[in-house]
């Protein structure tokens, strides 16, 4: 028994803290995932789910975190009654989460390692029973397991651990990921990843949805050529209007050395309506949500392209001067 109980700490507990600094890294995926489940409950089991999407980044950055808290807390041993218990609950909630996603073939990506590693739903199902078996093990021995006392050094850990990740998780979303784990990160080629590996043309390519068009034409190609500085804006109603007058700076100072073209998800009289309230005098094309979405956290955002190259992306609290900006195409 004692081999299982070390077996099962430390497969559940370095899981636990590997899937949740990934999720730590990138708050806002984790909440974009959560809203999916939200509106998919919200219509299949009651619609008070459709309530949860204000607090969906507020719950990411909670659960996120308490991942990595409760990963290290129960390596070290630290109250183990209570780590146990947390981690069972959350576990049985991952669960239904896994199950539901699997088996009615709603939430085809779980997010249960972010961008990081793609799992099925039912690889996600798996899993996800396999820590259930190990965690009811730890619960049931968790008399038996809990120390006498517990050392300061342990608390100081399970602190740091936790301010650690609360900061991390309050700078990615005020600024970018720190890891970009996803297909448009700095240095893609996105023509090369539209295209099948060379080496194996029956696989997937990397990228499968990049399409930009306007209201009556393809514009796609036309964004993938020369340098091009691309406005993503995922929703109007959602974008933060303070940043556009630094944005507005920014694209006067470029004048004609690169192209600067906004690209939005929302309605033409949406966008309209933006453009004349924060100025924004660059033309638009519209392209998928969640396209825009993957492409970069922010909105906002920021996204220098070059013969479709991603050189760099900025955050709306990050926007730069035109010589940084340029700095980054030499």
Request: net charge negative.
């Amino acid at each position: 028994m004692k081999v299982l109980n070390a077996i099962a700490r430390y497969i559940v507990g370095g899981l636990f803290i590997f899937s949740g600094l990934i999720k730590v890294n990138d708050p806002v995926g984790t909440q974009i995932k959560l809203e999916e489940y939200f509106s998919v409950f919200a219509v299949d089991i009651a619609p008070f789910f459709e309530s949860l999407k204000p607090i969906s980044l507020f719950l990411s950055m909670l659960l996120s975190t308490l991942e990595v808290v409760l990963g290290i807390a129960l390596l070290l041993k630290y109250r183990e009654k209570l780590v146990t218990t947390l981690l069972l609950a959350m576990i049985v909630f991952f669960t239904f989460l896994t199950f539901y996603s699997a088996y009615f073939n709603k939430v085809t990506d779980c997010g249960c390692f972010g961008d990081a590693i793609k799992l099925t739903p039912w690889e996600s199902f798996i899993k996800d029973i396999v820590l259930l078996v190990f965690i009811v093990v730890l619960f049931v021995n968790r008399k038996k397991n809990q120390l006498l006392e517990e050392t300061k050094l342990k608390t100081g850990i399970v602190a740091a651990s936790l301010v650690f990740c609360l900061a991390v998780a309050f700078w990615s979303v005020n600024h970018l990921p720190t890891i970009d784990f996803r297909a448009y990160k700095a240095g893609t080629s996105i023509p090369a990843d539209m295209l099948p590996p060379a080496n194996d043309p029956s696989v997937v390519p990397k990228i499968t949805n990049f399409a930009i068009y306007g209201d009556e034409s393809d514009h796609t190609q036309e964004v993938l050529r020369g340098n091009k500085l691309l406005v993503v804006v995922h929703e109007t109603e959602k974008t933060d209007i303070d940043s556009y007058n630094m944005l507005n700076s920014l694209i006067g100072a470029l004048g004609n050395q690169v192209d600067v073209v906004a690209i939005t998800a929302s309605s033409g009289p949406q966008f309209e309506d933006l453009r004349h309230t924060v100025q924004l005098a660059i033309p638009y094309y519209y392209s998928d949500k969640t396209l825009l979405k993957t492409m970069i956290r922010s909105n906002p955002g920021l996204v220098l392209l070059n013969n479709g190259e991603v050189m760099k992306k900025w955050h709306y609290n990050d926007i730069p001067d035109a010589g940084e900006l340029l700095s980054n195409l030499n």
